[in-house]
């Protein structure tokens, strides 16, 4: 059964680094979206992705924030100069469309980022 | 804006006993309504979907009904297993929109 990955597992740095976290879709998938986890809360919507651009974001996702999908199976989040508090777990996740019947989102494994 | 609301945790339940895990949402539309499930270490998983009123969703002896008039979608299940244990998050994604919204996650413990 295809599945969503995410690379790494997890990915220590320090305050103030650079980090790209991965993620490969499932293949005939359009829509591609990224959400986060602080350990014990809920899960957050970050962004989503179609057609090569973003198409929604939330607050949470300011200029530090970018995404990216450079050839055609890898989206990437990377943030620019992590703070303490993005320490969370990432988790991809797409959808074949975004209609009722085509909007089930499949989720990767996450990636837990701890910035030290 | 939307948003999704859940019982209180955690539930705590012995083997083989009746699990209801409440969930109320508000949407200004008509959303498809989904309950995932994360295993301790592990990410989400879709446990069940229902796209419309009265839809029954179901998988693996859960099931969840979709209710309009009391914008409802709680899940269900007979009879737990300890394998049950995880943590249950109730979710809307609006028509034609591009984002889930989910609930806070309901943390099921089952005691053998």
């Known amino acids: 059964e295809p599945e969503v990955t995410q690379t790494p597992s997890h990915q220590v740095t320090q305050m103030g680094q650079e980090v790209i976290l991965r993620c490969v879709p499932i293949?005939?998938?359009?829509?591609f979206y990224w959400y986060r986890q602080i350990l014990g809360q809920k899960v957050e919507f970050l962004v989503s992705f179609y057609n090569n651009e973003i198409s929604e974001k939330s607050e949470i996702f300011d200029d530090q924030f970018s995404v990216e999908r450079p050839d055609g199976s890898n989206f990437t989040l990377k943030i620019r100069s992590t703070k303490l508090e993005d320490s969370a777990m990432y988790f991809c996740?797409?959808?074949?469309?975004?209609?009722?019947?085509?909007?089930?989102?499949?989720f990767g494994p996450g990636t837990r980022l701890t910035v030290l | 804006g939307d948003s999704v609301t859940q019982m209180e945790g955690p539930v705590t339940l012995s083997e083989e006993a009746f699990l209801t895990i409440n969930c109320t949402y508000t949407a200004t539309g008509y959303p498809s309504l989904f309950w995932y499930v994360q295993y301790p270490g592990e990410g989400l998983q879709l446990l069940l979907k229902?796209?419309?009123?009265?839809d029954k969703g179901s998988n693996k002896g859960f099931e969840a009904t979709y209710r309009k008039e009391t914008t409802s979608f709680h899940l269900e299940k007979g009879s737990v297993q300890v394998s049950d244990s995880a943590v249950y998050f109730c979710?809307?994604?609006?028509?034609?929109?591009?984002?889930?919204?989910f609930g806070p996650g309901t943390r099921l413990s089952v005691l053998p």
């Open positions: 996740a797409s959808s074949e469309g975004s209609g009722a019947n085509t909007d089930t989102q499949y």
């Open positions: 293949s005939n998938h359009l829509y």
């Open positions: 229902a796209t419309k009123a009265d």
């Open positions: 979710a809307l994604s609006e028509d034609y929109g591009q984002n889930f919204v």
